[in-house]
């Protein structure tokens, strides 16, 4: 009965620890404005729990992500559209959401910059990209 009684224990107390979740493998990569080459200064580049925005040598890496798959319209959502979110339990203001397949657009990422400091630095609001091979 004690060994149950541990089990149970353990599970319960493992559940309570959250785990930030990991981008989706077909995001992962460079992503640079579409039109552009993939040597292009102006790149995001999505990791499995990070990204960096990029403008030349001038990068910036942010964390703590959230992956949201019906944030676009609502828990029934059955659309393409997944929101990342960096810095999503800091406290802080949010910095920027990026849209994956943006407007059910597959293969298109549009990154929304809430911070105008971000949006000077790196000219990559609203702007359609796509990814690198």
Not at 14 to 19: C, D, E, F, L
Not at 29 to 41: A, E, T, Y
Not at 52 to 73: A, H, P, T, V
């Amino acid at each position: 009965m004690r060994i149950v009684i541990s089990l149970i224990a353990i599970f319960m107390s493992s559940a309570v620890i959250a785990i930030s979740p990991s981008v989706p493998k077909e995001f992962i990569g460079v992503w640079v404005p579409v039109g552009s080459s993939c040597q292009d200064k102006n790149k995001l580049d999505v990791k499995k729990d990070s990204v960096y925005l990029y403008n030349g040598s001038d990068k910036q890496q942010f964390g703590n992500i959230d992956i949201c798959y019906s944030c676009e319209g609502g828990i029934r959502y059955s659309g393409e559209v997944v929101w990342l979110t960096p810095e999503f339990n800091t406290g802080g203001e949010s910095t920027f959401t990026v849209y994956f397949n943006a407007n059910e657009e597959l293969g298109v990422t549009v990154v929304e910059m809430q911070n105008s400091e971000l949006m000077q630095r790196f000219p990559i609001h609203n702007v359609k990209l796509h990814k690198c091979n």
